[in-house]
Nanobody, 123 residues
Framework: QLPLVESGGGLVQPGGSLRLSCTATGFTFDYYNIGWLRQAPGKEREGVLC????????YYTDSAKGRFTISRDNAKNTVYLQMNSLKPEDTAVYYC????????????????WGQGTQVTVSS
């Protein structure tokens, strides 16, 4: 396992924003595709967004389009998930994960995971 540390989660009101960070320690992000995935209580884990090693991106879920964006700073070994217009259904544990390759993997193909950060959207 290559260490990944997520941060930035918390409690936010509907319509609010949060920025999650995922930082790698001990290895460089340069050769990795990096994804954000989430798991809500009682639900299966689902992909949210992926950043390719060439700074492209894909959305895994339509629910994030127009609200969430992903960015990476390879110099800081950090990837960010900016979440705007949050909804109660966005409540979940958010994980970042990595996998080497030419393009973003499917959600189930990631092979290195962080511990997750809780995001709760509630009034």
């Amino acid at each position: 396992q290559l260490p990944l540390v997520e941060s930035g989660g918390g409690l936010v009101q509907p319509g609010g924003s949060l920025r999650l960070s995922c930082t790698a320690t001990g290895f460089t992000f340069d050769y990795y595709n990096i994804g954000w995935l989430r798991q809500a209580p009682g639900k299966e884990r689902e992909g949210v967004l992926c950043s390719t090693k060439n700074s492209g991106f894909i959305y895994y879920t339509d629910s994030a389009k127009g609200r969430f964006t992903i960015s990476r700073d390879n110099a800081k070994n950090t990837v960010y998930l900016q979440m705007n217009s949050l909804k109660p259904e966005d409540t979940a544990v958010y994980y970042c994960a990595t996998r080497r390759g030419w393009s973003c993997p499917t959600s189930s193909e990631y092979d290195n995971w962080g511990q997750g950060t809780q995001v709760t959207v509630s009034s």
